[in-house]
T-cell receptor
Framework: DVKVTQSSRYLVKRTGEKVFLECVQD?????MFWYRQDPGLGLRLIYF???????EKGDIPEGYSVSREKKERFSLILESASTNQTSMYLC?????????????FGPGTRLTVL | AQSVTQPDIHITVSEGASLELRCNYS??????LFWYVQSPGQGLQLLLK??????LVQGIKGFEAEFKRSQSSFNLRKPSVHWSDAAEYFC?????????????FGTGTQLKVEL
């Protein structure tokens, strides 16, 4: 059974803190993604990675960075958290089969920045 | 640029009634279309997807969707809704770029089921 796990379900941080959100997949997928989900806006792509140490900006990369040192792990980094980054963050992965291939999602991390 | 429109933010139906959730897309090439469902507190689960061939696609949990190129639509249907179908539903279009695919999502439709 496919599995994408995220390190925390709920996280509360203070403005200016450095925040790490971790995502691990056990399906040996090449591609991994970070999305942000906000009411009325749906899911928006922050960054994705199609190989170890490879990354590409999505639609809303400002204020975020990512790291992929191992194939199974993809980290989202908020260098200096701000209140407008309070949101639900979803990680996903799929194989290198491309756009035909289903993306599998983790349960999400609800981040609150105070 | 590709986009997805889900015109209904909220829909309420009675249990046992039929359901149709609307999705319109804008994409320059052959679209690859998906419907996902998100139950409260959960991640997204794929219901069904369309790539080519038969325009009526069957999915899990009794859902189906019909691709209509002339209307740029990919509406989701279910003949008889169950209370457990209450969730948020997202339509998405896939596009290939660089080393992998990207999904553009609609803003979602929240489904409420009345008993």
């Amino acid at each position: 059974d496919v599995k994408v796990t995220q390190s925390s379900r709920y996280l509360v941080k203070r403005t200016g803190e450095k925040v790490f959100l971790e995502c691990v997949q056990d399906m040996d997928h090449e591609n991994m993604f970070w999305y942000r989900q906000d009411p009325g806006l749906g899911l928006r792509l922050i960054y994705f990675s199609y190989d170890v140490k490879m990354k590409e900006k999505g639609d809303i990369p400002e204020g975020y960075s990512v790291s992929r040192e191992k194939k199974e792990r993809f980290s989202l980094i908020l260098e200096s958290a701000s209140t407008n980054q309070t949101s639900m963050y979803l990680c996903a992965s799929n194989s290198a089969g491309g756009y035909r291939d289903t993306q599998y999602f983790g349960p999400g991390t609800r981040l609150t920045v105070l | 640029a590709q986009s997805v429109t889900q015109p209904d933010i909220h829909i309420t139906v009675s249990e046992g009634a039929s359901l149709e959730l609307r999705c319109n897309y804008s994409y320059g090439a052959t679209p690859y279309l998906f419907w996902y469902v998100q139950s409260p507190g959960q991640g997204l689960q794929l219901l069904l997807k369309y790539f080519s061939g038969d325009t009526l696609v069957q999915g899990i949990k009794g859902f189906e969707a019909e691709f209509k190129r002339s209307q740029s639509s990919f509406n989701l249907r279910k003949p008889s809704v169950h209370w457990s179908d209450a969730a948020e539903y997202f339509c998405a279009v896939g596009r290939h770029t660089g080393g992998g695919n990207k999904l553009t999502f609609g803003t979602g439709t929240q489904l409420k089921v009345e008993l």
